[in-house]
């Protein structure tokens, strides 16, 4: 049913930018009215909220990236991206993609692995 592909993790040198995209799919109405975010997790770490963004176009960030990383959606294309600029070893984790619908259901992605390498 739901389907939601992760793409654009990978290695980058610190201070270097990345951009990730969540593709949404298999839902009936379009992600625009849904809460959705990034969320990410290192290991031996607790998974951790990074961004989200509201039905009504809201941001929210985690202290530890605000002012170097920027939430977005498209909705005609349903798809939520993540640009991640400044980035730092503390960084590197596995970033997920994370949609909450008006019911209150989580749909979370596979994760795609960011690497910052100091």
């Known amino acids: 049913q739901v389907q939601l592909v992760e793409s654009g993790g990978g290695l980058v040198q610190a201070g270097g930018s990345l951009r990730l995209s969540c593709a949404a799919s298999?839902?009936?109405?379009?992600?625009?009215?849904?809460?959705m975010g990034w969320h990410r997790q290192a290991p031996g770490k607790q998974r951790e909220l990074v961004a989200h963004i509201t039905s009504t176009g809201g941001t929210n960030y985690a202290d530890s990236v605000k002012g170097r990383f920027i939430i977005s959606r498209d909705n005609a294309k349903n798809t939520m991206y993540l640009q991640m600029n400044s980035l730092a070893p503390e960084d590197t984790a596995v970033y997920y993609c994370w949609v909450r619908n008006p019911w209150k259901s989580d749909y979370w992605g596979q994760g795609t692995q960011v690497t910052v390498s100091s």
């Open positions: 298999g839902m009936l109405f379009s992600i625009n009215i849904n809460t």
